[in-house]
């Protein structure tokens, strides 16, 4: 069984910053942040595979995906956060379906998630 760990979240003013780190003890070239929002579908943050980072519309700018290989971590640094940022975020890993790369189906490992409070 492989077990995404996500740690970083909180609660913070709007226009302020959070890291969020992702431990994903498998070997792979497809991870990926997602948000789920109150009432809402979870939907893709940011990606990093071998072919770049992606990022959605609504954080392009002010969000970096990040990984660090050797410590086989994940991070997310949200910048200049919003109260529409708030959610609880998960990583994901391993892409085992065709998609794209905001579709959470593509993905086989998830983390259990760390909430994000943004308040204004």
């Known amino acids: 069984q492989v077990q995404l760990t996500e740690s970083g979240g909180g609660s913070v003013q709007a226009g302020g910053s959070l890291r969020l780190s992702c431990l994903i003890p498998?070997?792979?070239?497809?991870v990926a942040w997602f948000r789920q929002p109150p009432g809402k579908e979870r939907e893709g943050v940011a990606a990093?595979?071998?072919?770049?980072?992606y990022y959605s519309d609504s954080v392009k700018g002010r969000f970096t995906v990040s990984r660090d290989i050797g410590e086989n971590k994940l991070y997310l640094q949200m910048n200049d956060l919003k109260s529409e940022d708030t959610a609880m975020y998960y990583c994901?890993?391993?892409?085992?379906?065709?998609?794209?790369?905001?579709?959470?189906?593509?993905?086989?490992?998830w983390g259990q998630g760390t909430q994000v409070t943004v308040s204004s």
């Open positions: 990093s595979y071998s072919s770049g980072q």
């Open positions: 994901a890993a391993y892409r085992h379906k065709p998609g794209t790369w905001y579709e959470p189906s593509v993905y086989q490992y």
């Open positions: 498998i070997s792979t070239t497809s």
